[in-house]
């Protein structure tokens, strides 16, 4: 069975520090992997994902992922926080069986600190 | 595009009635699939469907069933609320193939109560 897991509910970061949200994930192959964002009283929106290839994962926003195989995580960055990065973060992994369902961790709320 | 949109927004239900919540989009995706959201909890999958008249259950289906008689349109129906399924429902859809495994975008929710 795969899934992921965020070992941190919240993360504060000062605004212009860098941000990591962790996400560490269990599968029995080659994991294809996703990070989500979801803004107060809005529905999810995609940031990126990792499927092969380059281990650093650039997406939207500023935000990458980098892919350690030996590790098994997937940690979410970005180099300077914003007020704006405030939000809650979701971890997903797809699921293997071959249908397009994605299992989600639980969920990071990042709090950028003007 | 309108993309993925979801009605009612929010809803209060009595324990026993029956709703339907609906779910749309207009990007021709084969893949749609619906989520619950609760504290704590992050996203789980309640049915899925990989076209339209395929419909396959997920992690949390029970008290939840679901149709899919076109490509556009997927909805979850509620056929007796109970307190335990109040929640934020979130619709999904993607490409089945694309050709990497697809991206799904999400819908803006729906948020049920059960009194």
């Known amino acids: 069975a795969q899934s992921v897991a965020q070992p941190e509910d919240q993360v504060n970061v000062a605004e212009g520090n860098p941000l990591t949200v962790k996400c560490t994930y269990s599968?029995?192959?080659?994991?294809?992997l996703f990070w989500y964002v979801q803004y107060p009283n809005r529905g999810l929106q995609f940031l990126l994902k990792y499927i092969t290839g380059d281990n650093l994962v650039k997406g939207s926003y500023g935000f990458e992922a980098e892919f350690n195989k030996s590790q098994t995580s997937f940690h979410l960055k970005k180099p300077s926080a914003l007020v704006s990065d405030s939000a809650l973060y979701f971890c997903?992994?797809?699921?293997?069986?071959?249908?397009?369902?994605?299992?989600f961790g639980t969920g990071t709320r990042l709090t950028v600190i003007p | 595009n309108a993309g993925v949109t979801q009605t009612p927004k929010f809803q209060v239900l009595k324990t026993g009635q029956s709703m339907t919540l609906q779910c749309a989009q207009d990007m021709n995706h084969e893949y749609m699939s619906w989520y619950r959201q609760d504290p704590g909890m992050g996203l789980r999958l309640i049915h899925y469907s990989v076209g339209a008249g395929i419909t396959d259950q997920g992690e949390v289906p029970n008290g939840y069933n679901v149709s899919r008689s076109t490509t556009e349109d997927f909805p979850l129906r509620l056929l007796s609320a109970a307190p335990s399924q109040t929640s934020v429902y979130f619709c999904?859809?993607?490409?089945?193939?694309?050709?990497?495994?697809?991206?799904?975008?999400f819908g803006p929710g729906t948020r049920l109560t059960v009194l």
């Open positions: 997903a992994v797809r699921d293997q069986t071959g249908a397009n369902n994605l299992f």
């Open positions: 599968v029995s192959g080659n994991p294809y």
């Open positions: 999904a859809s993607s490409k089945s193939r694309d050709p990497s495994p697809a991206t799904q975008y």
